[in-house]
């Protein structure tokens, strides 16, 4: 059974995201809901109205910063958190920023059970795809990398689990991954990526 990581702090992506995993072909199975900041419950029942059979856990956390950096303490412990909650099995990991396509689930059980990822890019100035070594050109096709974000990311709970997680001050999501081997992308597997300002797609 495929469970569904999704931890939320934007009330304000609920709609463009939910559209995106209702138009996909992502398992209705289980999915598990962290609510980490204000005001997104209603994350809740819009999944439950899509099929999933939701697990949600609240951390009474206020809204986060908005600069990346001085997140990071957040995002880390907030992955720590979850790290306890994912049971054995495939495990799809999205953020709630990320419009995935409709064939993310297909495209990323490609090469199971390997590791896989699809294409983000980041949300601040490099426009980079979210994966290291860092790029600075596109590619086709199917690709090794060290490392990639957690936008989009399938992989297994036993292995999101026993990644080892530090105190910092690096890439939460690089220092998890880089422990996922082997590690492929999908460069053809488009993500897009929301912000205030519109949809930020490679």
């Known amino acids: 059974m495929l ?13 463009a995201v939910c559209d995106a995993i209702a138009a996909s072909d992502i398992p209705r199975e289980k999915c598990i809901v962290i609510l980490d900041a204000p005001d997104c419950e209603s994350w809740l029942l819009t999944l439950w109205s899509l099929g999933f059979d939701v ?3 609240v951390r009474h956390n206020p809204y986060p910063s908005e600069g990346r950096v001085e997140r990071r303490p957040r995002h880390r412990d907030m992955v720590k958190y979850s790290q306890m909650l994912v049971p054995d099995g495939p495990l799809l990991c999205l953020e709630d920023d990320v419009l995935v396509p409709p ?10 059970p390997t590791n896989m990822t699809g294409v983000q890019v980041a ?4 426009r980079n795809p979210v994966v290291y070594p860092l790029r ?10 060290d490392g990639c974000g957690l936008g989009c ?3 297994t709970g036993e292995k999101y689990r026993h990644a080892l997680l530090g105190d910092g001050p690096g ?3 690089y220092e ?3 422990q996922l081997h082997p590690l492929v992308i999908d460069w053809d597997c488009i993500c897009g990526h929301l912000t205030h300002d519109g949809v930020l797609r490679p």
Not at 123 to 126: A, I, K, L, P, T
């Open 123 to 126: 949300r601040h100035e490099n």
């Open 55 to 57: 697990q949600s856990y």
């Open 171 to 173: 890439p939460v999501d």
């Open 3 to 15: 469970t569904l990581l999704l931890p939320v702090i934007r009330p304000w992506t609920r709609t």
């Open 136 to 145: 600075h050109a596109y590619s086709t096709g199917l690709e090794a990398v």
């Open 176 to 178: 998890l991954t880089s």
């Open 103 to 112: 064939d993310i689930y297909t495209r990323l059980r490609t090469l199971w």
């Open 153 to 155: 990311l399938l992989t």
